[in-house]
C-alpha cells in the first residue's frame, strides 16, 4: 500500500562508543539486509540502545562509519537521515488528536492535503475509527500503533525501535509483536528493533544480533541462534541449555566422539564451534525439551545410536503439557528436562534411576574455554 524507496539497509563499519574510559560498543561490523526485521537483543546495559542510537544520529560514535543505503550518514543529524525512531514512552502530543498526530510530520514538511495519507497510515495500524479520539483516550497499546504511524509517515529507508513494547503488559505485548510484524510485512521497510527479551525477538525478527557487553556474539536467524548456539553466554540467553564437560575421544566422519562420565557422546561436527582436538574439553549441549527420559528398568528397549547418561529425579514440576524434572546426574547437576505428558511413565518420580537419551543431532558442542 506504501509506496516506499526501498533501497536503503544499514551497515556499521567499526563502530564504535566510549564513554571516558567505559567501552559501551567495541568497534562493531553489521550489516543489516534490506527489508528484513532486524532485532539487536541483549541484557540490559549490553549497548544495543547505544548502537540504534548511532544510526539515529542521537549518539556520535566514537569511531567507525555509519551507511545507510549508499549514503554515507555518520555525521548526519538525526532529521537528515532517512530514518525514524520509536521509543517506549511513545510521545505523543496529548493535545492532538490521532490524526493530527500522525499527519504531524507531513505538515511540518510543508504539506497540505493529508487526508489520504494519514487515513492510509491509519488503516494500516488497525486505528481508522479512533482518527478523532485524543491519546489519553487509547490503550497502550493503541498509543504504540499510533506512534508506528507517526513514524511510518515520512516514509524513512529505515525504522528504529527502541524497546517499543516495554511498557506493556504480557498479553498486550504479545499482540504487539504480531501487530509489529505485519505491519513491517505489509510497508516491507526495514526495521531494527531493540529488546531485551529473546522471545520477543524471536518472535518478530528475520534476523537477530546477540549482543554481550558490547560485543555481538553471535548473529542469525532465530532457529539458527537456538539450535545452534556458539557460545554459553548465546545458549544460555537464548533458553535453557544443559551443558555437559565432556572430554574429545576420537573424531571421524561427520562426528565426534566425546567421553563424559565413563559413556559416549555423539556430535556432529558441524554443530561444533570448539577445536576439539584429541583429549581436549568441549562443552556438550542440549537443550531441555530434546530430550527422553526412561525408567532405569527400561534401559534396554531405548534404540541404539541414541545420546544417553544416566542420572537419578531430584525434583519434577508439572506444567500442563509438559513435566519439568531436574535430574542429577555424574556429568551435569541439575540437568532439566522437559518431557511431554504423553503417556507419561508413573515410576518417573523424584528418587527414580533414569536414562536421558536424545538424538545426537540435536547436540551442540562449545569451546570449554572460553569466558
Ligand atoms: P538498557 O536495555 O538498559 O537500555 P542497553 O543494552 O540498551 O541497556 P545502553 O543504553 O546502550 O545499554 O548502555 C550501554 C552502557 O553504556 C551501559 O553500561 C550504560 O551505563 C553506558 N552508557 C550509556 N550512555 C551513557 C552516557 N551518556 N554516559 C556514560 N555511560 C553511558
Redesign the pocket.
Known amino acids: 500500500m506504501m509506496t516506499t524507496d526501498n533501497s536503503g539497509d544499514v551497515r556499521l563499519s567499526g563502530i564504535s ?1 566510549t ?2 574510559s ?1 567501552t ?2 567495541h568497534p562493531l561490523d553489521l550489516t543489516v539486509p534490506q527489508g528484513s526485521f532486524f532485532a539487536l537483543l ?12 548511532m544510526i539515529a544520529g542521537l ?1 556520535d560514535p566514537t569511531s567507525g562509519t555509519v551507511f545507510l543505503g549508499d549514503q554515507e550518514v555518520t555525521h548526519l543529524p538525526p532529521y537528515k537521515r532517512p530514518v525514524n525512531t520509536v521509543f517506549q514512552s511513545y510521545a505523543l502530543f496529548p493535545h492532538l488528536d490521532i490524526f493530527e498526530n500522525v499527519a504531524f510530520g507531513l505538515r511540518r514538511r510543508g504539506i497540505k492535503s493529508v487526508k489520504k495519507q494519514v487515513e492510509e497510515m491509519l488503516d494500516l495500524v488497525q486505528l481508522g475509527e479512533q482518527a478523532r479520539k485524543k491519546p489519553h483516550q487509547l490503550s497502550g497499546g493503541q498509543q504504540q500503533r499510533v506512534a508506528v504511524a507517526r513514524a511510518l509517515i515520512n516514509h524513512p529507508k529505515v525504522l528504529l525501535l ?2 517499543p513494547l516495554g511498557a506493556l503488559d504480557l498479553k498486550l505485548r504479545r499482540q504487539m509483536q504480531l501487530e509489529l510484524k505485519r505491519i513491517q510485512t505489509e510497508v516491507g521497510i526495514t526495521f531494527v528493533h ?1 529488546t ?1 527479551d529473546q522471545e520477543e525477538a524471536m518472535t518478530m525478527a528475520d534476523t537477530v544480533a546477540v ?1 554481550n557487553a ?1 560485543r555481538v556474539e553471535q548473529l542469525g536467524a532465530p532457529a539458527d541462534l537456538y539450535e545452534n548456539p556458539q557460545t554459553t553466554f548465546v545458549a544460555n540467553f537464548l533458553g535453557t541449555s544443559n551443558l555437559i564437560e565432556a572430554e574429545v575421544d576420537s573424531r571421524g566422519g561427520d562426528e565426534i566422539v566425546l567421553k563424559a562420565g565413563g559413556g559416549k557422546l555423539t556430535l556432529p561436527q558441524a554443530r561444533c564451534s570448539a577445536p576439539a582436538t584429541t583429549g581436549g574439553k568441549v562443552l556438550v549441549g542440549v537443550r531441555p525439551e530434546k530430550i527422553s527420559l526412561t525408567h532405569a528398568e527400561d534401559a534396554g528397549e531405548i534404540p541404539a545410536g541414541r545420546n544417553r547418561i544416566t542420572g537419578r529425579i531430584a525434583d519434577s514440576s508439572f506444567i500442563g503439557v509438559s513435566t519439568q524434572y531436574v535430574i542429577d546426574s555424574p556429568v551435569c547437576p541439575e540437568f532439566e528436562v522437559y518431557a511431554q505428558n504423553i503417556d507419561r511413565d508413573s515410576r518417573l518420580v523424584p528418587g527414580a534411576e533414569v536414562v536421558l537419551h536424545w538424538n545426537p543431532a540435536h547436540t551442540f558442542g562449545l569451546d570449554a574455554a572460553q569466558d
Open positions: 562508543k564513554y571516558g567505559f559501551a560498543v541483549g541484557a540490559s546495559g549490553c549497548g544495543k540502545t547505544t548502537t540504534l542510537r549518539e527502541d524497546e531493540v531485551h549482543m558490547g
